[in-house]
């Protein structure tokens, strides 16, 4: 399929790496569209996905000598669309079906032969398709895994590489997910209202998964995964834009952007953890936050109340305007977290509210917090619950027993870097 039988004018063929390049870029931003616009034509999304990865294939062999086209994510959904085509008259499919798609190619010929392809404009499609991704027949993995593909556009050697798995597990995912799907019958639309707000949580709990495994990776040598963050902020206000009456999708998005705010002072020049109060706050992106805030307002003006994201981001807000650790509102992040630990109880959330605790009345009462944590078994192997005591038994002047902490803390701990730092707590060489 050339750029000519389009009616494009295409940008001048700029050479096979550039070209690889520019399908790459194209794919990122306009794959959840392209997928959506074809699962809706021909019923069957995974199908679909294979029809939009057969246009990429061409796009590689064409654009280098051809050129880019102008409107490339339409020559995509084209040449997708015109194969669809092809796959049903070798199959000798309905006739209803390829008038249908005919159609549908002609009436996407603007004047002059151009094909109509809004960059700006958010369809339903788009939606429909980060439901069906995040469908509940679907494991966890298998979510986060189908999210970033046919959503977010990340290639399977790309997504193994943020959850450091082999890229042949990754496919396994997709593929299986992909006949789950088809086993289930899974429709391709926006669920019934009343199932709606369950499958809302379902995707932004992919969301938050993807983001927190950038945030602070479970497992390998970099403490951080950025590049992961970007694709769950992407994504985040692609969800705003289809979803803008929904406070919490604002709310994980606040919450995304606020955090990442911290990310250049998270780590230092060797790229190992510095923690909260020790960043240069200098550091932090304050468009980031500003942004974030915005999204946390935007919550807030459609009078719903706050859930739990919402209440995430309340927290991260009052860390992101403090000048510094002491002159952080203490007692306001308290309040949050038993606000958060009512309506999505948690024995990380009290965990977190037991660090807020000490900052805002001192070691001792959070201790106890904590030690009840501990004894209930709610949090065994999770190295977070010892490093945490560790602290405050330090702060409390029981050095041995924190070092104690540390070295089991250390030892639990999947992260290379964090590991280190908890040795390093645990040797007494780092405060």
């Given at each position: ?29 306009e794959s959840a ?154 429709p391709f639309e ?28 479970s497992s390998g ?211």
């Amino acid at each position: 399929m050339h750029a000519s039988a389009h009616g494009e004018t295409a940008r001048p063929a700029p050479g096979p790496g550039s070209a690889q390049r520019a399908v790459a870029a194209v794919w990122r931003i306009e794959s959840a569209r392209i997928v959506g616009a074809l699962t809706r034509m021909v019923g069957d999304f995974g199908l679909a996905e294979d029809l939009a990865q057969e246009a990429l294939v061409d796009a590689l062999q064409q654009w280098p000598t051809e050129g880019v086209p102008r409107n490339a994510g339409a020559w995509l959904t084209a040449v997708a669309k015109r194969r669809a085509v092809d796959r049903w008259r070798r199959q000798e499919r309905l006739e209803g079906r390829l008038a249908l798609l005919a159609h549908d190619l002609e009436q996407e010929q603007g004047r002059g032969g151009e094909l109509l392809w809004d960059p700006d404009a958010v369809d339903d499609d788009v939606l429909r398709l980060i439901f069906i991704s995040c469908h509940p027949v679907l494991s966890r993995e298998a979510q986060v895994a189908l999210t970033l593909r046919v959503v977010g556009g990340l290639s399977s050697e790309e997504i193994a590489r943020a959850f450091l798995v082999p890229t042949a597990t990754v496919q396994q995912r997709i593929v299986r997910a992909k006949k789950t799907l088809a086993a289930a019958n899974a429709p391709f639309e926006v669920p019934p209202r009343e199932e709606r707000a369950q499958r809302i949580g379902a995707i932004l709990g992919v969301l938050y998964l993807i983001f927190n495994e950038a945030h602070a990776a479970s497992s390998g040598p970099e403490w951080m995964r950025p590049e992961l963050s970007d694709e769950a902020i992407r994504l985040g206000r692609v969800l705003t834009a289809l979803m803008p009456q929904e406070p919490e999708v604002h709310g994980l998005l606040a919450l995304m952007e606020l955090t990442a705010a911290r990310f250049a002072a998270r780590v230092d020049r060797h790229g190992d953890p510095v923690l909260l109060a020790d960043q240069d706050r200098r550091r932090w992106d304050r468009s980031r936050i500003a942004r974030g805030r915005a999204s946390l307002a935007r919550a807030d003006a459609l009078g719903r109340g706050r859930g739990a994201y919402c209440l995430q981001a309340a927290i991260a807000e009052c860390h992101a305007v403090a000048p510094s650790v002491d002159e952080t509102d203490w007692d306001r992040v308290v309040l949050l977290y038993e606000a958060l630990g009512r309506i999505s109880p948690s024995p990380v959330v009290e965990l977190n509210r037991a660090a807020a605790v000490a900052m805002a009345t001192g070691p001792a009462s959070a201790l106890r917090i904590v030690d009840e944590l501990t004894g209930s078994g709610a949090l065994r192997g999770y190295h977070l619950l010892p490093a945490t005591r560790g602290e405050l038994l330090r702060r409390l002047g029981r050095e041995e027993e924190a070092r104690s902490e540390f070295v089991v803390a250390a030892g639990l701990a999947g992260n290379d870097r964090e590991r280190a730092l908890l040795k390093r707590k645990a040797s007494g060489a780092e405060k």
